[in-house]
């Protein structure tokens, strides 16, 4: 335990942003770093929590064998001696692997090394296979390696930045924040957002093209033949550093030559198109930043090249303030593909199709049991395991249930397969739930160990503490099973750093320039000089002078055999399913601000759960009337593979024809509100990655008597309940909750489940207006329980009630909270600043009593956006939606 500031990296996104925290009066303390290039001292609402998700609340700490706690060694022994079992009776292909980009790249390697070299199963895949799998095919497919050219620094430099396929304001918030600042300091530089929503970052845009879903292929093709006619190709760059460019630019122009059919596939008006296309060609230095709008699709890969074509034919790529910019999501998704912990490559950038790197690797790990082929990635690994094929897996840090698409057949697969192991921090979680031995994993704050952010910045994460209860970190635990599987020579690692040793060596192992990836700098690193080490950007070769390492490709040399970079062919594939008058509507999905992925653990940071305490799905007004669907009102959503209930928030930022819901609601927070039960695992051919933004779906309203709010201090049992959701809050849960039966009948049901104290005191009200019941059950001069029922209760951000547990509340107080009348500001209240929880309507009252007109005034003024900046970007959409209404909580929120 340490309470001096301790150097760390983020445990969220992949921006990698730095991070300083230390450990006072048993509680961890984080600011950011001002030194971390990745940063300057910034962090969000995510990062500024990290010291919060360094506790025991919902812990998993014990290895457990069949829902028994048990100890490591039988742990151990029991999976060591079940995969010896299986390789002997069904050949080794029958393990899988499932790993994580949340891993740390020691994880990672010592799990690849495992599988791929001791296990000899190529059938090890990772989460990164949902997320950046798209980028890595393009890349090789265009230069040859799996290559992101450019650094942070260029959005400073560049005049044009365009952002698709990315809701960066939420996503990669430091990188936004950045890209503002720039903007403040350089007025010319332009911004333009392809999203299909008018999401936060779009609004800020100098320019939003809201495409058609799926058709980024047409607008990059379009661009291209543009670029052509407006002769802004450089033609120098193409001859001299590329192959193939003539039948792309053919393609491309039998695609899109007319600019008017054009913008009708897009959508988006001719006008709005060229303008995009003159400021791309005007522009010397263009940044193309992207990410899952772009890969997570059933033509990612060409999505992807499509707009690398473009930045190869105007040469704007490998110089500063240039280049395609693929933004990785997870912190550590770049070490996860430095390593090699994808099916379709075998380490550190060697590849299964050389056979060079083929006898480089098994002579390196000394083993003759290197697997030759590529294996299962991800779908196809759970199939597998669906169809009896993989007898054990082993998944590590993902939560597959949650993020996989058709997750009722990933439970079948995780039923039906005799060995499933899970590596986790936290105790529930829907993967847990189908494990046969689960294995305490230490958590951020407790690991260390080395992550790669987006712009192949490594950085150092650091423990501030012990794991809690027996949590071991999860290279130790992989070790400790190779060893008891009779690989101890392989896997006797004193510690992460001679992990990191070991990869760094074979990064330069007779490299000499052939490979993009080669860390030879830290071959001899010392235990201390691995302690001491500063972010450092790869490649990071020894004798070599590392401020030449900014970006690649600035020589125009690439990683193919001609070492020319190759222009990829592609035309516009409609997604895998279309739309019909049973499923009329695209079902969009992805994040929201505050959370991270299936929330195990930012679910449990109440302050994080109050901008968006419900799951929703936005639709449009005019499919509102259309499909008879109220704001507010619950809805039933389906797609051909299954159905779901959530909350319709009508709105103008989702187009007539389209909705969105958030990815981020599991079985355990929501009685069915998981987005990848609706979604069909279709793939990209060339990437494995699933179709997560497009899906045919019909909505209805549903049908229900009654909805009720719940505070409480112990957890409900929902199993019940027709409809709930689960929220932290200070001092208990908050229960969203809705019921075909009747408000009375309904009532008496939550009683059984609350069991006030026969001593406990009952408050009761009836608003006659709102037919709406209100109880609070006091013990001790303690609120112990308040329920909420009407047929529709229509104040669902209530701020206040977050709050309410660790009131001290004199009962009178607690009287006239509870009998207030609807008029009250209470009930209208919408949390925006997570920090410093500033409702919506303050800010806007605040801005209108004091006529603000600037981010700056208003944090000022209400202390908004004065700790991590996160919502700055909504109190700027604020600002420019003047005048106010007095009654702010509008239908847009
Ligand atoms: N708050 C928060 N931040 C995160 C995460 C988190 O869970 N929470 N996760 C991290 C991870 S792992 C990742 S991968 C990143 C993801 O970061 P992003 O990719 O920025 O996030 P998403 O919300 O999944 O999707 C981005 C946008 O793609 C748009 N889109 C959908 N279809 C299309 C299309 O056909 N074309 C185009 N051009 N756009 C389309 C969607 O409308 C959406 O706004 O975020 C990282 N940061
Ligand atoms: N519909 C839809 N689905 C999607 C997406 C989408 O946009 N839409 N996005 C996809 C993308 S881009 C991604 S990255 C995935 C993310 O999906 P997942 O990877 O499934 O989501 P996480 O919640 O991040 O899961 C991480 C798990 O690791 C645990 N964990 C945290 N730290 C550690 C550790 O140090 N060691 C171990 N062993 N465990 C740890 C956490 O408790 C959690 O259970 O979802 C994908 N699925
Ligand atoms: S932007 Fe936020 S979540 Fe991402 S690394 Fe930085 S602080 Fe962490
Ligand atoms: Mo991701």
Redesign the pocket.
């Known amino acids: 335990m340490t309470n001096t500031w301790v150097k760390t990296t983020c445990?969220f996104c992949g921006v990698g942003c730095g991070v300083e925290a230390r450990v006072s009066n048993n509680k961890i303390i984080v600011r950011g770093d001002k030194q971390h290039p990745a940063n300057f001292g910034r962090l969000c609402s995510k990062g500024m929590a990290l010291g919060e998700i360094v506790n025991n609340k919902g812990r998993l700490l014990q290895p457990y064998i069949e829902g028994k706690t048990t100890s490591w060694q039988s742990a151990i022994v029991k999976i060591a001696t079940a995969f010896k079992q299986i390789i002997d009776r069904f050949g080794p292909e029958a393990i899988g692997f499932y790993l994580?980009?949340?891993?740390?790249t020691e994880?990672y390697y010592v799990a690849n090394k495992l599988m791929k070299g001791f296990i000899g199963s190529p059938n090890i895949d990772t989460?990164?296979r949902?997320?950046?799998s798209s980028s890595v095919a393009a890349h090789k497919r265009a230069f040859g390696s799996d290559t992101v050219p450019g650094c942070y620094e260029d959005l400073e430099k560049a005049e044009l930045i365009i952002i698709t396929g990315a809701n960066l304001a939420w996503c990669h918030p430091v990188l936004y924040q950045r890209i503002m600042a720039a903007k403040q300091q350089t007025p010319n530089l332009k911004i333009v957002v392809i999203d299909p929503r008018k999401t936060v970052t779009a609004q800020m845009a100098d320019l939003h093209l809201p495409i058609q879903p799926g058709t980024d292929v047409l607008l990059f093709n379009g661009l291209l033949h543009y670029l052509f006619q407006v002769k802004k190709l450089n033609h120098h760059f193409i001859q001299q550093h590329t192959e193939g460019f003539s039948s792309t630019l053919h393609a491309a122009r039998n695609e899109a030559h007319d600019l008017l059919f054009l913008a009708k596939q897009l959508a988006v008006s001719s006008d709005l198109v060229t303008q995009f296309y003159h400021w791309f060609s005007e522009a010397d230095k263009v940044v193309t930043l992207y990410?899952?709008g772009i890969?997570?699709s059933s033509c990612g890969t060409d999505k992807v090249n499509s707009i690398l074509n473009c930045h190869l034919a105007t040469g704007k790529i490998g110089k500063p303030g240039c280049g395609p910019f693929s933004l990785t999501?997870?912190p550590n998704?770049m070490g996860g593909r430095e390593v090699g912990g994808m099916a379709n490559s075998l380490a550190a950038h060697l590849e299964f199709n050389n056979s060079q790197h083929y006898d480089l690797l098994s002579h390196f790990w000394q083993t003759d049991k290197l697997v030759k082929q590529p294996g299962l990635k991800a779908v196809d690994l759970f199939d597998a395991a669906a169809k009896g094929k993989i007898k054990a897996i082993w998944i590590?840090?993902?939560?597959?249930?949650?993020?996989?698409?058709n997750s009722h057949h990933v439970i079948a697969a995780l039923k039906n397969c005799p060995l499933v192991v899970?590596?986790?921090?936290?105790f529930e979680?829907d993967?847990?739930t189908y494990a046969n031995v689960l294995?305490p994993?230490?958590?951020?704050g407790?690991?260390s160990g080395m992550v790669t952010n987006s712009e192949r910045r490594i950085s150092r994460q650091r423990s501030l503490i012990n794991p809690i209860g027996e949590a071991k970190?999860?290279w130790w635990?992989i070790c400790q099973v190779a060893k008891q599987m009779g690989f101890s020579q392989a896997f006797s690692y004193s510690s992460e750093a001679d992990i990191f040793k070991e990869y760094a060596a074979l990064t330069g192992l007779k490299n000499k320039g052939t490979r993009d990836l080669d860390l030879s700098l830290f071959t001899n690193l010392t235990t201390q000089e691995y302690h001491d080490f500063t972010p450092v950007q790869w490649p990071a070769i020894k004798n070599t002078k590392q401020s030449n390492n900014k970006r690649f490709f600035a020589d125009g040399k690439f990683y193919t055999q001609t070492t020319k970079a190759q222009f990829i062919t592609v035309s516009y594939k409609p997604p895998a399913t279309k739309t019909n008058s049973t499923y009329p509507l695209i079902f969009n999905?992805?994040?929201i601000r505050d959370q991270?992925?299936?929330?195990?653990?930012t679910s449990f940071i109440p302050k994080l759960c109050t901008h968006t305490p419900e799951p929703y799905v936005h639709i449009n007004s005019l499919d509102a009337t259309t499909f008879s669907i109220k704001h507010d009102e619950l809805v039933q959503l389906t797609s051909h593979i299954g159905t779901l209930i959530t909350r319709a928030k009508v709105s103008e930022k989702i187009l007539s024809g389209q909705v969105f819901?958030p990815?981020?609601w599991?079985r355990m927070l929501s009685s069915s509100s998981h987005?990848?039960q609706l979604?069909a695992p279709n793939i990209d051919p060339f990437s494995g990655q699933?179709e997560?933004?497009y899906t045919p779906v019909a909505i209805s309203p549903w049908q229900y008597s009654c909805e009720a709010i719940v505070v409480v201090r112990e957890k409900l049992t929902h199993k019940h309940f027709d409809y709930w959701i689960k929220q932290h809050i200070k001092g208990g849960y908050l229960y969203r909750l809705a019921s075909r039966q009747s408000p009375e009948n309904f009532y008496s049901k939550l009683l059984t489940q609350l069991k006030p104290d026969s001593a406990s005191s009952r408050l009761a009200f009836y608003d006659k207006t709102e037919q709406e019941f209100r109880y609070g059950f006091i013990n001790d001069q303690q609120l112990h329980a308040c329920i909420f029922i009407a047929p529709r209760l229509n104040h669902f951000d209530l701020a206040w009630l977050n709050e309410l547990l660790t009131l001290n509340l004199q009962p009178a107080l607690l009287h006239r909270l509870i009998t207030n009348n609807k008029t009250n500001a209470l009930f209208t209240e919408k949390t925006l600043c997570a920090c410093k929880q500033v409702s919506k309507k303050t800010i806007c009252n605040t801005i209108r009593q004091l006529q603000l007109d600037n981010t700056t005034a208003v944090s000022q003024a209400t202390l908004a956006g004065s700790v991590c900046g996160s919502c700055i970007p909504e109190i700027q959409i604020l600002l420019d939606t003047q005048p106010l209404s007095a009654n702010s909580n509008s239908k847009s929120s």
């Open positions: 445990a994580s980009g949340q891993l740390l994880d989460n990164s949902l997320c950046m990410s899952q890969n997570q999501g997870q998704a590590m840090g993902t939560n597959p249930v949650v993020s996989l698409p899970v590596s986790d921090c936290m979680t993967t847990n294995l994993a230490a958590g951020w407790e690991k970190p999860d635990i999905t992805g994040r991270w992925h299936t929330m195990t653990r819901m990815m981020h599991t987005v990848s979604i699933p997560s933004k």
